[in-house]
């Protein structure tokens, strides 16, 4: 009997301290960015569906463009938005190419265009939603400034008696947006700087071979969609934004706006089905500026189905050098989005998109010495 009451009162203090950091937690999700953005004119794109399937876009979209607002930044109004769609006949969303950058800063006096890709969503229980957004200077030279994504699952933190849990998908996509727009405003704050965040979870490539590259030297780099072997639609162009994502935040990798890398291949008639020849690579090197190209191909990229569902990504990636046409870096990954969880599912990742992001951030971080 005393034995069991001291257990009892061991207990209790634990879970009292579990409430209390659930509460903190939810506080903090609450704290809404400084509006740093004042002045600051943005065009918000219409988000590309890259999820196969069907999602409520424009409501999401009103989102994205409402937190965007609610951080200080002054937002393109969305009767210009569409007038300037139909004058240019601008059915892309997924990027933007030299012409449109210089026409959205004469015409709408626009700073920046935020291009935004939903890659996976799902109302029932539990809601998932990932979503990467970029946002892309306007001029004579588009380049990308700030991304980032949001990879959420309603089960992600259940908590003590699953109190953590999220039931509604629009619950879900709020808390999504509302995180891209404080990423978006705290990285303006500081000049757009791009710098490396932490990982939650590092998966190092199964194999991997990378030549020295001197610290000191500039890249500018173009990264094509990946060849997609995968029986999930769109895996070749959401791999692709991954890897942009995280080349963008090493400081000495300029990465090439993909709206301008999609544009260049259509106009010079480029098809790699399978691969990049060499003689496409020098084309591209010359077209876009580029001293290195990255290409891959997608095996695998499923998303976790349900609420016991496990999400699986394999993939393998080239960076071909201009000078030498040799590689530069090669790597094979595959990993399941329940490695290294051993009890009550701490630390699994629910979605593909968070699992791909730290196998990227897994061969991208060794790809300049430290």
């Not at 892309?92 to 449109?100: F, M, P, S």
Request: with cysteine; charged share 25%.
């Amino acid at each position: 009997m005393s034995s069991s009451t001291s257990f009892y009162h061991k207990l209790l203090p634990a879970l009292v301290g579990l409430f209390l950091i659930a509460g903190c937690a939810g506080q903090k999700e609450m704290v809404k960015s400084a509006p740093t953005g004042g002045g600051y004119r943005i065009a918000v794109l219409p988000i590309d569906n890259l999820s196969g399937g069907k999602a409520p876009l424009k409501e999401l979209g009103l989102k994205l463009a409402g937190n965007v607002k609610a951080a200080g930044f002054d937002i393109l109004p969305d009767a210009s938005l569409d007038r300037f769609m139909a004058r240019h006949r601008m059915r892309n969303i997924g990027g933007i190419d030299e012409d449109l950058a210089k026409a959205f800063a004469e015409e709408e006096g626009v700073k920046g265009v935020l291009v935004s890709s939903l890659e996976y969503y799902a109302d029932s229980f539990p809601p998932k939603i990932s979503v990467t957004s970029r946002l892309v200077s306007t001029g004579n030279d588009p380049e990308i400034l700030w991304m980032d994504s949001a990879a959420l699952a309603g089960n992600d933190a259940p908590g003590i008696f699953d109190t953590g849990l999220i039931r509604e998908a629009a619950t879900l996509s709020d808390k999504a947006f509302g995180q891209l727009a404080r990423s978006l405003s705290a990285d303006f704050a500081v000049g757009f700087r791009g710098e490396q965040r932490g990982a939650q979870k590092i998966f190092p490539p199964r194999r991997f071979y990378r030549k020295a590259l001197a610290a000191d030297k500039q890249f500018r780099i173009v990264v094509l969609p990946l060849y997609n072997r995968s029986g999930r639609k769109y895996a070749g162009e959401i791999m692709a934004l991954h890897f942009v994502q995280e080349l963008h935040r090493l400081g000495n990798f300029h990465v090439v706006e993909p709206g301008m890398v999609r544009s260049k291949l259509l106009q010079h008639r480029l098809i790699m089905e399978g691969g990049v020849s060499n003689a496409n690579a020098d084309v591209i090197f010359d077209v876009l500026r580029a001293n290195m190209l990255l290409t891959g191909k997608v095996l695998d990229y499923q998303d976790a189905r349900g609420e016991s569902g496990i999400p699986t990504v394999d993939f393998s990636t080239a960076i071909l050098d201009r000078e030498s046409h040799m590689l530069v870096l090669s790597a094979d990954s595959y990993n399941t989005g329940d490695e290294r969880v051993h009890f009550f599912d701490l630390g699994r990742i629910n979605t593909a998109c968070g699992l791909a992001m730290e196998m990227v951030r897994g061969i991208v971080g060794q790809l300049v010495p430290r």
